[in-house]
């Protein structure tokens, strides 16, 4: 069935290194893949998202990869801050409205 | 505030009591979603409203899981006979219409506890 994982649980990060957070799928019945952040306490909160008629979508300091060859999606952070230091989940979006949600990275950025 | 509002932040009753959770969704979001997120793990999908009617509810757990949304608003998440299991976050999140982008604007979350 269609699931949604993460390669490594935790991920620690010197600040102003750049980081890269992976995930992968298992099938592609789904074309539409999201990135969140969560930060202790708080709800889940968008960072960006992809198509798979896209290999590498960019925003503000962040960058997806989508390689559906090997069913493969990472998230690229540039010039990590404290303030990156979150638990990262990426997720699927299934029937136009339901997030399958992965396991989550648990990123800490030190100084 | 602007963002989505859940209440109670934290809940903590005995095995066997009701519960009720509330969901106060970003203004003019007519999409409305409950999740549950248990301790190391990613939200899961309980139950997706359109407006007032629950579009999808093949998430919840069983039958002692139920949530309205009665003037297209504010949604309640209803437990019955609570076990120890249901204990979690209980997120809520609402967006704008059915998402075309996947960006939902989720609440904080209302911790439950069941002893």
């Known amino acids: 069935g269609e699931s949604v994982g993460l390669h490594l649980p935790t991920l620690s990060v010197q600040e102003g290194d750049n980081s890269i957070i992976n995930c992968a799928y298992s099938?592609?019945?789904?074309?539409?893949f999201i990135w969140y952040k969560q930060e202790s306490g708080k709800g889940p909160q968008f960072i960006i998202d992809?198509?798979?008629?896209?290999d590498k979508r960019q925003g503000q300091r962040v960058t997806v990869l989508l390689n559906k060859t090997v069913k493969h999606l990472s998230l690229q952070i540039a010039a990590t801050q404290p303030g990156d230091s979150a638990v990262y989940f990426c997720a699927r979006l299934n029937s136009g409205y339901a997030l399958n949600f992965g396991k989550g990275t648990s990123l800490l950025v030190t100084p | 505030g602007a963002g989505v509002s859940q209440t109670p932040s934290n809940k903590v009753t005995e095995k066997g009591k009701y519960v009720e959770l509330r969901c106060d969704p970003i203004s003019g979001h007519t999409a409305l979603y409950w999740y549950r997120q248990s301790l190391g793990q990613g939200p899961e999908f309980l139950i997706y409203f359109q407006g007032t009617g629950a579009a999808d509810d093949s998430g919840l757990p069983n039958d002692r899981f139920f949530a309205v949304r009665p003037e297209g608003s504010v949604s309640t998440l209803k437990i019955q006979r609570t076990e120890r299991g249901d204990s979690a976050v209980y997120l809520c999140a609402s967006s704008i219409d059915r998402p075309n982008t996947g960006e939902l604007f989720f609440g904080e979350g209302s911790r439950l506890t069941v002893l």
């Open positions: 992809i198509r798979s008629n896209m």
């Open positions: 099938n592609s019945a789904s074309d539409y």
